[in-house]
């Protein structure tokens, strides 16, 4: 069966610091891969997605980034925090192709920037 | 663009049925997901809807109008352990996912 993991679950930063945000996925083969941001009582929001290694996909500009640097690894990560950037941070896993591929979630990180 | 709208908070009573509506403009549609999210938690999938109509799970049903940019999820029975958030996304014609905002569901006793 898949499963995904993230880590930390949560987390507190200052202002200014970096971040590093790991998510990996267990039991599927090439999936599509999503960060959201959800911040308190909000939506969530499409920060990046990927669709294979290496192939990053930027919806929101701002100061974060990505990387895939292996099939079932993805990285969020910024150089220097904001205090906007406190909220829920999701990974997220889909199948490419055929019918009912669903999003999957991980557990989250829950950041907090002081 | 991409919009989607649903009602924020809803209140019902334990037992009740309650319909929670979502109304739906994207550029593309390759279906339409309701998932269920308690408050600190991750999202879990509840239904999906590519084609109009109906499509019941046990106690949840999710009903879809493609023509209208329409979709409802309908909760029967309900508990108290059904208050939570319930977010409608809809997959576009690549492989992103738009979300709602969610609506905010409290059951009473």
């Known amino acids: 069966s898949q499963t995904i993991h993230q880590w930390p679950a949560t987390l507190v930063q200052p202002v200014g610091s970096p971040l590093s945000l790991e998510c990996t996925v267990e039991?599927?083969?090439?999936?599509?891969l999503y960060w959201y941001r959800q911040a308190a009582g909000r939506g969530l929001q499409l920060l990046f997605y990927?669709?294979?290694?290496?192939?990053i996909s930027s919806e929101v500009p701002q100061n974060l980034s990505a990387s895939r640097p292996q099939d079932r690894q993805f990285i969020l990560s910024s150089k220097k925090l904001l205090l906007s950037d406190s909220g829920f941070y999701l990974c997220?896993?889909?199948?490419?192709?055929?019918?009912?591929?669903?999003?999957?979630f991980g557990p989250g990180t829950r950041l907090t920037v002081l | 663009g991409q919009n989607i709208d649903q009602p924020t908070e809803m209140t019902a009573t334990e037992g009740a049925i309650v319909q929670i509506n979502c109304t739906y403009q994207t550029s593309g549609f390759n279906g339409l997901f309701w998932y269920q999210q308690h408050a600190g938690e991750a999202p879990t999938f509840l239904s999906y809807?590519?084609?109009?109509g109906l499509e019941e799970k046990g106690r949840f049903s999710s009903f879809l109008s493609r023509s209208k940019g329409y979709s409802y999820l309908l909760l029967k029975e309900l508990q108290m352990k059904d208050s939570a958030s319930y977010l409608c996304a809809v997959r576009d014609l690549g492989q992103n996912f738009v979300f709602g905002p969610g609506t905010r569901l409290s059951v009473l006793p």
């Open positions: 997220a896993w889909s199948v490419g192709a055929g019918l009912y591929n669903e999003q999957f």
């Open positions: 990927s669709v294979g290694i290496g192939q």
């Open positions: 809807n590519v084609l109009d």
């Open positions: 039991g599927t083969s090439n999936p599509n």
